[in-house]
């Protein structure tokens, strides 16, 4: 079975600072991550997938099958990224994602 | 598009009492999920459905927990009788099988509170 673990429940830091967001899982296969975000009063979206290798909003991820880790980064930390994010995985070509248990992030002005 | 839309955004109960969340979700996706969010779990899979067939309801937590999706477009979360920890947010979530990588739309979610 498929597991997503995020260590932190809460991340604080400063405006301009660098975010990592760490996200380990662990499944046998080849899976797909996600990273999903939630803004106060906004719903769940997706941010971004690691097979589309993008940028979003300044948020970068890579996946490490080695680590079995797909952390969130961001070189200098916003006000407006300060959210409720999620790491996901899903076994590929499945429809089942499974989360992990969320890290709430706090951007100090 | 409204998107995923769920129905009510608030419910305020009794213990004991039913509790019935629906949900709409977008047109054309043929899966639907339903997830519990609390503070302790994070974000819970319940149960999911493809083209209105359950698929996998291992997550449904208690016989008390029943869900049905009667067509395309609606679907229904059912907690009888409830109980004070079932207080959470749940959340309706939809996509479809020709998206890009199962991206999962959500709809607002419905916070149920269970006095």
């Known amino acids: 079975a498929q597991r997503v673990t995020q260590p932190e429940k809460l991340l604080s830091v400063f405006k301009g600072a660098p975010v990592e967001l760490k996200c380990n899982y662990s499944y046998s296969g080849s899976p797909e991550l996600f990273w999903y975000v939630q803004y106060s009063r906004q719903r769940l979206q997706l941010l971004l997938r690691?097979?589309s290798r993008e940028s979003i909003k300044g948020f970068t991820a890579d996946l490490n099958k080695g680590e079995t880790s797909f952390h969130l980064k961001k070189p200098f930390a916003q006000e407006e990224d300060s959210a409720m994010y999620y790491c996901a995985l899903t076994p590929g070509g499945y429809q089942k994602v499974t989360f992990g248990t969320g890290t709430k992030l706090q951007v100090i002005p | 598009d409204a998107g995923v839309i769920q129905s009510p955004r608030h419910e305020v109960t009794e213990m004991g009492q039913e509790v019935t969340l629906r949900c709409k979700p977008i047109s054309g996706h043929d899966y639907l999920f339903w997830y519990r969010q609390t503070m302790m779990r994070g974000l819970e899979l319940l149960i999911y459905?493809?083209?209105?067939?359950?698929?996998?309801d291992s997550g449904m937590p208690e016989d008390r927990f029943s869900a049905k999706m009667p067509n395309a477009s609606f679907s229904t979360l059912k907690i009888q009788p409830s109980e004070p920890r079932d207080s959470a947010v749940y959340f309706c979530?939809?996509?479809?099988?020709?998206?890009?990588?199962?991206?999962?739309?959500f709809g607002p979610g419905t916070r149920l509170t269970v006095l």
């Open positions: 459905f493809n083209n209105n067939v359950p698929i996998d």
């Open positions: 690691h097979i």
């Open positions: 979530a939809s996509s479809f099988a020709g998206g890009h990588g199962n991206e999962q739309f």
